[in-house]
């Protein structure tokens, strides 16, 4: 599966259209982390147990919309978006979409 | 009165230490950016010609950051007169190199000669824990297009 967020694979040529696929995933991280960060937030910097987080969160909604274009038989996303939203305190939402295509 | 002097002592701390992270912050960044200096990044989309290309992959790279205690009074205090907030711009400005940094790396990694449509995004993850008041989490998100030519 190629994934890229240009309209185009490059060196492929698009032969099927297939339409939107997309994939999300809410998460929250447990108490533990969220009290570190709690300490963190009052020195500033990074918040590494959410960055962690949300980097683990985000390839999976990623491979969800790879998964849902392969069952369409595609064997390619192009033009790939990514979104984020809070939820509540701690848990945000995190949405990938494309296109799915098949290329040659 | 010693409620307020705990305050004070408690601020000042803080100051120093975020300033000092900031510092160490920046150091880091700049010896990192220069290492990556060989690689173009760009947000247009037609830098190459296709049929040189060898392959093509999505990346991304994020941070979470949140602003000291410091900052946050600092803030209030600014908001109230309005104006330009320093303490939030630095801030910003910093965790969007780090993310943009470590999506090069990812893609350096794997071998891509440059990225092309480079796209930032940026999104409010919630307050301090318990706080509403807080200082505010953000989420800094860059993602592009790592390209890997062939090679001549």
């Known amino acids: 599966m190629i994934v890229t967020n240009i309209e185009t694979v490059p060196g492929h040529t698009i032969v099927e259209h297939y339409g939107i696929v997309q994939g999300s995933t809410v998460r929250a991280k447990h108490v533990g982390v969220d009290c570190v960060a709690g300490c963190q937030n009052t020195f500033g910097g990074e918040l590494k147990g959410y960055s962690q987080l949300l980097e683990e969160s985000r390839s999976e909604a990623v491979s969800r919309m790879m998964q849902q274009a392969q069952q369409m038989g595609a064997n390619a996303i192009v033009n790939v978006r990514f979104g984020t939203s809070s939820i509540t305190q701690g848990a945000s939402e995190l949405l990938a979409y494309g296109t799915a295509v098949r290329v040659e | 009165m ?81 104006g330009r907030i320093r ?66």
């Not at chain 2, 790279?61 to 803030?75: E, I, L, N, R, T």
């Open chain 2, 87 to 152: 303490a939030y711009e630095s801030l910003l400005d910093r965790s969007r190199r780090e993310a943009l940094l470590r999506m090069k790396e990812s893609a350096a990694a794997d071998g891509a000669h440059m990225v092309v449509n480079v796209r930032f995004e940026t999104a409010k993850i919630g307050s301090m824990v318990g706080n509403q008041q807080g200082t505010g989490m953000f989420e800094m998100l860059v993602y592009g297009t790592a390209i890997r030519m062939k090679s001549q």
């Open chain 2, 2 to 82: 010693v409620d307020f002097l705990i305050f004070i002592v408690f601020i000042i701390g803080v100051f120093f230490i975020g300033q000092h992270i900031q510092k160490k912050h920046c150091a880091s960044l700049e010896i990192r950016e220069q290492a990556l200096l060989y690689m173009p990044t760009v947000v247009g989309r037609k830098v190459f010609e296709d049929s040189e290309v060898e392959k093509a992959w999505l990346v991304h790279g994020a941070v979470v950051v949140s602003g000291d205690y410091f900052k946050m009074v600092y803030a209030g205090l600014i908001k109230f007169f309005g």
